[in-house]
């Protein structure tokens, strides 16, 4: 039973992730809260990583929660459980890119989803924000200043710098030397 709920809830998360990655993540939140599967602040974390790894976001949750859920074979179909709308969707589509290039009612339907995915993302982040500063201690400004990680506030402006210097150097190069930094130092 728990592969078909695995395999559904993904199912419907990638029904309806119009807009990339990050249109998932208020479904992939609303999982997390109703099955347990994962936790909200897990969700964070995987954004973080998915943002500097390859992959996308909603294809590494639904891999770790059915892998932590129910093994291998719950990885694997909560995995494809995500992707095979895409695929269903893609393959409609391209039988019927004909018949759709042209109609304005298809082109205003795509035109009017855009707000809401802008709508869905910009939610997310201010959540993101606000899971952030949830733990700052804004009662004075001395104490917030304590609070800072100071190390990992330094390595932020200074990449910062380094991929606006030198913009020729694949990301890639900054990530494994932001990620040796960030291990010599433990942050």
């Known amino acids: ?6 395999f559904f809830e993904f199912f419907k998360t990638g029904l309806f992730a119009i807009g990339g990655g990050l249109a998932t993540i208020p479904f992939l939140n609303e999982i997390a809260v ?30 770790y929660a059915g892998f932590t859920t129910a ?34 009612i298809v082109d205003k339907a795509f035109y009017g989803i855009r707000p809401a995915v802008v709508g869905m993302i910009a939610s997310v982040a201010l959540g993101l ?23 990992c506030a330094v390595m932020f402006v200074a990449f910062l710098f380094a991929t606006n210097k030198w913009k020729k150097l694949h990301p890639i190069v900054f990530i494994v030397i932001a990620g040796a930094l960030g291990a010599l130092l433990k942050l």
Request: negative net charge; without cysteine; glycine residues 10%.
């Open 1 to 6: 039973m728990i592969y078909l709920q695995l």
């Open 34 to 63: 109703r099955t347990g599967w994962f936790t909200p602040e897990f969700l964070g974390d995987m954004i973080a990583v998915a943002e500097s790894t390859p992959g996308p976001i909603g294809v590494n949750v639904a891999t």
């Open 71 to 104: 093994g291998f074979f719950g990885a694997l179909l909560a995995t494809f459980g995500l992707v095979l709308p895409s695929y269903i969707i893609i393959l409609i589509v391209g039988t019927m890119l004909e018949k759709f290039r042209k109609n304005p």
């Open 129 to 151: 924000i606000g899971s952030a500063l949830a733990n700052v201690d804004f009662s004075s400004v001395k104490e917030f200043f304590l609070g800072i990680d100071w190390r």
